[in-house]
């Protein structure tokens, strides 16, 4: 069914219809703005992602479902590093004339799917017609107590850095994709990430991480911002930076430097924090009931170079200056 | 300059120093998420806009200044119908090739002036590059005591049904600017409207609309969402509508019946609102200090349909369908 047909309130309607209740809700989708309740004593913490046809996503290989949970998680991702409790969202969608009813549907169940494993509930948001690409802005709100926030700005000279689960399956996903694969683990980890939200919500009330960030840009260019905010450098080793068994096994088939793929690919969303070299052992037993294990492969220094020992020993300084999102491709 | 010559993270520098602290801001613009204190006791109202290049504006007749300016004056609008005080937003920007340096700081600028005016501070969004148009994206928050908060539901029989301002203008000016006029009233109406912030808090801490709504999508259609959600109808007398002198000189010129137009077209971001009839009388008073005016335009009353009485005393039923942005123009 083509959207024209039910139009901008039937499609509110279509995706109101399938939101829960959620905690501290007052007043839901339908009106000028929603209104929600904060917790008294915490922070709000508030962060926004834009996803595009053709630059973020490419539909030749994205199904709608999957599609609808990762514009939710690359946000939840956001506030798991600032070891917030997700709360509530508001989705805006501009959706060209080739877009069916039942894509929005599948995309909506994918989105809520994701929200309702986090307790986190849509509120609000906009929708209009496109006349190029389907346009996803989603903006989500968490809380925390402010004693418990992780910035990152906080990292010192001598603190560990660590990195949860594994690190370069994004990448190589998304270069299997464009060569044609359509299934399989790395795959999976980049159309349908899992943000660290449990792990990063258990670091941060533990108060253990100096720093925290996700790894959305690639950990390298990641890292870079904890040390430029931080004014530190630090000292990775390549070897030691978490790879799945699938990464270790396929990499080699896509990319002619796998280390470098690991170091730069992004959308991995995993948690990259840093820790006082004291409270490191306390890494492990924090993250017990998270699903999720971190590792640390480097340490904080003085100074603002980033350096990477590879595996024949040889040092490298890495550039910080990121993925630049208006170069590429253009 | 090309945006690609300062890089995504120069653009948001560039953004970001432009803005001034503001209050309740704990963390802003540069974290994976920005960290606000709500005030105790209050709720938080949030609403999100996205405006797309060749739908919701037009490069070839809107500088970039006012451009900033209304995309950030359609979300105060909706916080302002709620009766709510802004506060802070973010902003997602998708920009395509063709915009220049210069271009995203004149829109900076032309939004932080609005933000300046109404005490509301930027704190965080994002940015990526278009491979078509340009993207807008602006999520707004507000706050509110709930007993204040006024929501579209409230009207009953017997209320009486204001509106600020004057009609009919922006959707005037739209067409003029169409037509190839690049200034005038209602030309400047329609690309840098007034969002009615300081009359809704009032209204709404005066505790006298039983429902509000701004005008956007047009009178009879805004109407309307009050109507079906407060489960009413209403009567309104088309000659009492309020309309500039510029409408009344300029309208015939473009519109085959400027009556119509001032009843459908959209945009002009005016607070309509239904009142207990026994408190019509403190309108005027409570507006004062606003820098505009209500006029009483018709009453709320059983049923579900919305009649308008024409200049000739003729009555018609009007849709409420409102309008449909997914059948415009495709």
Known sequence: MKLREIGEFGLIGRISSRVVDGAGVRIGIGDDAAAVEPTPGRWLL?????????????????????????????????????????????????????????????????MLSLAGEHGVTLVGGDTCRSRSGLVISVTLHGEQEPEFVVRRSGARPGDRVFVTGTIGDSALGLELLRRGERQGWAVDRHLDPTPRVRAGILLGRAGVPSAMIDVSDGLAADLGHILELSGVGARLDSGLIPRSPWFREHAHDVAPDP??????????????????????????????????????IGEITAGDKLVVVGADGQEAVVSQGGYNHFCDGQ
Request: some cysteine.
């Open 46 to 110: 508030v962060t926004s992602d834009m996803l595009l046809e053709g630059v973020h996503f490419d539909l030749a290989y994205t199904d709608p479902y999957r599609l609808g949970r990762k514009s939710l998680a690359v946000n939840l991702s956001d506030v798991a590093a600032m070891g917030g409790e997700p709360r509530h969202f508001l989705l805006s969608l501009a959706v060209p004339p080739g877009i069916t009813v039942e894509f929005i549907d599948r995309f909506t169940e994918g």
């Open 259 to 296: 280390a470098l793929l690991a170091l730069t690919g992004g959308e991995d969303y995993e948690l990259l924090f840093t820790v006082p070299a004291g409270r490191c052992g306390e890494v492990a037993h924090i993250l017990a009931g998270s699903g999720v294990a971190a590792v640390e």
